[in-house]
């Protein structure tokens, strides 16, 4: 299940309006076009973020996988994009947790994704992954990354999400947001500093604290 505290639909589409929300603990999600949850939501404050040597070794394995972004709705659409996803969501979270149709939907239909930016990774010109994004004026939300499970590429997951992390930066944003933080299996987003999570109330810095969090729903 889905950690939220509450849905809110929203019909303001500006950058103000979303950057509020956000910064109220909602996120945006995949169920419908303006609907919002607020949840133990996870950001990185750019302005105190700073590669560690993990993070620098990680970049340096992933130095040949190219990525580039362009707007949803994404005009190169291909099924095999659909079917990567469900395989990769699929095998990762197991049953139908995302469909191939919702996938292109998100990717291809702008009146019913709130989504607006797709990060295309590629090695030696070869497309095998991909994130689903939000990006406003401030903020970058790193939303539903998936890669070829089959393509043997070491640290591909993290090496998209750090390049991501590394473009914000350089192009501006004040917080990268990384979804909620409810499994056990969300410990790898702990790898970055500058690290800030929404309570319910307010924002955190104490990851000591969050982990304790973690505890109370294993």
């Not at 105190?48 to 040597?53: A, C, I, T």
């Not at 607006?116 to 939303?143: P, Q, R, S, W």
């Amino acid at each position: 299940m889905y950690l939220s505290w509450k849905e809110q639909i929203i019909t303001d589409f500006s950058n103000d309006s979303i950057e509020a929300m956000y910064a109220d603990g909602l996120v945006f999600t995949r169920i419908g076009k303006g609907v919002m949850n607020q949840t133990r939501s996870l950001r990185i404050d750019l302005s105190k973020f700073e590669l560690s040597s993990e993070n620098r070794r990680i970049l340096s394995k992933t130095e040949d996988l190219v990525f580039s972004i362009h707007p949803i709705p994404y005009t190169q659409y291909q099924w095999t994009i659909h079917k990567m996803g469900k395989e990769f969501y699929g095998k990762k979270f197991g049953g139908k947790i995302f469909s191939a149709q919702k996938i292109k939907e998100l990717i291809t239909d702008k009146d019913k994704s709130n989504f607006n930016k797709l990060f295309v990774y590629a090695k030696d010109e070869k497309n095998i992954g991909y994130c689903i994004a939000l990006e406003t004026e401030k903020i970058l939300h790193y939303c539903y990354p998936f890669y070829d499970l089959e393509s043997n590429y070491q640290n591909i997951g993290m090496g998209m999400m750090l390049k991501a992390i590394v473009w914000a930066k350089e192009n501006g944003k004040k917080y990268v947001y990384l979804g909620s933080f409810q499994r056990p299996s969300d410990v790898y987003k702990l790898q970055f500093s500058g690290l800030e999570w929404f309570d319910g109330e307010t924002w955190q810095q104490d990851i000591h604290m969050l982990k304790e969090e973690l505890k109370t729903v294993i």
